[in-house]
């Protein structure tokens, strides 16, 4: 059984920079695609960001697109999600997912974190 287990969330203030990392466990993640989500008070879960299994090809939400990173590295079975120039509207919880695919569709991930915070004062 597959565990991702997110960290690196916190508060912020506006402007400000975080970078989360999931890191799996129970077995490598290296032939999976692996996406961020986040889901703010009130709203359904989106798509943030995803990576092929090799990291190189990349997927954005138009909203974080020029302000967030993801990246990987397969050796520590870890993705990273750096986040730049964070607004009150990034303020959610943020979940790593694991897919056989590259894809923006939650119903294709099979495996998900528990979730981190992130909070971006104004």
């Known amino acids: 059984q597959v565990q991702l287990v997110e960290s690196g969330g916190g508060l912020v203030q506006a402007g400000g920079s975080l970078r989360l990392s999931c890191t799996a466990s129970?077995?490598?993640?290296?032939?999976?695609?692996m996406g961020w989500f986040r889901q703010a008070p009130g709203k359904e879960r989106e798509f943030v960001a995803a990576?092929?299994?090799?990291?190189?090809?990349?997927f954005y939400a138009d909203s974080v697109k020029g302000r967030f990173t993801i990246s990987r590295d397969n050796a520590k079975n870890t993705v990273y999600l750096q986040m730049n120039s964070l607004n009150p509207e990034d303020t959610a919880v943020y979940y790593c997912?694991?897919?056989?695919?590259?894809?923006?569709?939650?119903?294709?991930?099979?495996?998900w974190g528990q979730g981190t915070q992130v909070t971006v004062s104004s």
């Open positions: 129970g077995r490598t993640l290296s032939n999976n695609a």
């Open positions: 997912a694991a897919s056989t695919i590259v894809t923006k569709r939650i119903p294709d991930y099979d495996y």
């Open positions: 990576v092929s299994w090799s990291g190189g090809s990349t």
